[in-house]
């Protein structure tokens, strides 16, 4: 029976609650799936259930050559899928290079790609449901789980790497969307302001005033937007803030552990892009092309870049010709040295700590 007849018969037994504890749900899930999938669950040179490894049997284990385990799969009761326990497999596997960990209750499936990072959930790179799609669970299991696919991608799991590339480049995008369209309502584009002018009748230019008003009000209104629904939770950037009396300044930063001090936050911006971009003109391409707030602002004179982020305070970087001024307040500051250092791939609370005091 080929994967995609199979399915719809797999579905059919979990709408109708016959598989509750893990013994059914392997018995009449996972063995069919991996048998249609090239692993023949009877064949002990391929699969090896109950397989032992130091910090416990796993539920499966799919073998290579000479029996060495290429993915282990561990199996929760049908009503949940919290990793909990499945931790320690997941360090298990990671623990003897890059492998695959599958957790499954056999309707709900959570793909892990162990090895490549600290934590569980920025492993993950495909989770997927037999209840709500079908066709992308096939999918997913032709191309992460089938025998020849596995074998395939074994050592370097191309596949698994692309995917989880893909997944992580897209979690960035919805985690930043919130915050980019609060900064294109602050400083609206003309295009965007065009747009409205045109869709509301307003016949004079004096009314892209009343436009660009209403969209800065919006913004004001709406200061704090709720992040993007992900499968693996958003970067949370934690600041650390004085005892003493509440105030609004961006005092510094610590980066790679080292503490940094400053006297307002303007200096406090300026100086991480310093530290990070250096005079490394390439780098400091790379963040335009990144932040697109910073791409409106940027001029060229003589060469080289000259960016202007508000109007208020006006300071030049020691090693370079870059301009830079602010006028922001000390939340946005924070949120824009937050998106500096995420372009970085900075470590949120270990590599870098914003201090405002």
């Not at 499936?109 to 066709?135: K, N």
Request: charged fraction near 20%.
């Amino acid at each position: 029976m080929s994967l995609s007849e199979l399915l719809p018969i797999l579905r059919q037994r979990l709408e109708a609650g016959v598989c509750t504890d893990k013994a059914d749900i392997r018995s009449y899930l996972i063995n069919p799936l991996l048998d249609a999938l090239g692993w023949t669950t009877s064949d002990p040179l391929l699969v090896k259930q109950e397989f032992p490894t130091t910090v416990g049997k796993a539920d499966y284990a799919l073998l290579g050559t000479g029996g060495a385990p290429l993915a282990i799969i561990e199996v929760k009761q049908a009503d949940s899928l919290a990793v909990g326990s499945a931790a320690r497999f997941f360090e298990y596997v990671g623990s003897n290079g890059m492998g695959l960990f599958i957790l499954t209750n056999g309707a709900q499936w959570q793909f892990y790609l162990a090895g490549v990072a600290r934590d569980i959930p920025e492993s993950c790179f495909w989770s997927g449901s037999m209840h709500i799609d079908l066709l992308a669970c096939e999918v997913a299991f032709e191309r992460h789980l089938a025998h020849s696919a596995v074998v395939r991608d074994h050592p370097d799991f191309t596949s698994a790497l692309s995917a989880l590339n893909e997944r992580l480049t897209r979690q960035r995008a919805q985690v930043r969307l919130p915050s980019l369209w609060l900064e294109l309502l602050r400083d609206p584009d003309s295009i965007l302001v065009d747009a409205l002018v045109e869709a509301s009748g307003m016949a004079y230019e004096g009314h892209r005033d009343d436009v660009v008003h209403f969209l800065q009000g919006q913004a004001d209104r709406h200061e704090t937007v709720p992040e993007a629904p992900i499968a693996v939770p958003p970067v949370r950037w934690r600041s650390i803030r004085s005892q003493r009396a509440p105030s609004t300044r961006l005092s510094g930063f610590t980066l790679h552990g080292k503490r940094y001090n400053y006297g307002s936050g303007a200096e406090t911006y300026m100086a991480l892009i310093e530290r990070l971009v250096g005079s490394d003109m390439g780098k400091f391409e790379s963040l335009v092309n990144a932040l697109p707030v910073l791409a409106q602002y940027v001029t060229y004179s003589a060469g080289k870049p000259r960016v202007k982020i508000g109007s208020l305070v006006h300071a030049r970087f020691q090693s370079t010709n870059w301009f830079v001024s602010v006028s922001y307040s000390t939340k946005a500051l924070c949120k824009r040295a937050e998106r500096v250092a995420n372009h970085f791939g900075l470590v949120p609370g270990h590599d870098l700590v914003l201090h405002v005091e």
